[in-house]
């Protein structure tokens, strides 16, 4: 059974970077799939910000690409977002996840996610 966990800070203050990591049980990340970072603001729809590929490529939106960094760590099995210069705008619950396919946007080829970790941008 694969697991996910969002791990990092709930508060960020604006102009920091907002780090958080996603700790994979259950599969290697290295081994297979492509693996998501995703986010909703309070009131809106899911927003697809970033992935790593089993490969390590990595692929952004390009809304966020000029601040966004996905990196990994194929020993911790973990896999990290940071987002810098962050705004009260990227309030949000983010979460990552695991595609089978790695579409962007494709929400249904997600099998896994994990839980969520809110993160508030204040001051």
């Known amino acids: 059974q694969v697991q996910l966990q969002e791990s990092g800070p709930g508060l960020v203050k604006p102009s920091q970077t907002l780090s958080l990591t996603c700790t994979v049980s259950?599969?290697?990340?290295?081994?297979?799939?492509?693996w998501v970072w995703i986010r909703q603001p309070p009131g809106k729809g899911l927003e697809w910000m970033g992935t790593?590929?089993?490969?390590?490529?990595?692929y952004y939106s390009p809304d966020l690409r000029s601040r966004t960094s996905i990196s990994r760590d194929t020993a911790k099995n973990q896999f990290t977002l940071q987002l810098s210069a962050v705004t009260p705008e990227d309030t949000a619950v983010y979460y990552c996840a695991r595609s089978r396919t790695g579409t962007w946007g494709d929400y249904y080829a997600m099998d896994y996610w994990g839980k969520g970790a809110l993160v508030t941008v204040s001051s």
């Open positions: 790593i590929a089993y490969s390590a490529n990595t």
């Open positions: 259950g599969g290697a990340i290295a081994a297979d799939y492509y």
